[in-house]
């Protein structure tokens, strides 16, 4: 599976950090990932990351028109 390319030259599977997801989202305390609804990779025992596409198709579902 070839990941798709979004209009900022970023992957739509890229992987996230609990620090790089917190920062796109603008969240003071990078501990509320991990309770937010959306789907984590599981790398090890105590890597854990997020797919960017995963992040964005939170923030549609969240957005109020």
Partial sequence: MIPQSNDDGTSSGELMTRD?????????????VYKLPIPKVKLGRRTIRWRRADVAE????????
């Fill in 58 to 65: 939170l923030i549609n579902r969240r957005t109020v028109t």
């Fill in 20 to 32: 790089e997801v917190a920062a796109w989202l603008k969240l003071k305390d990078p501990r509320r």
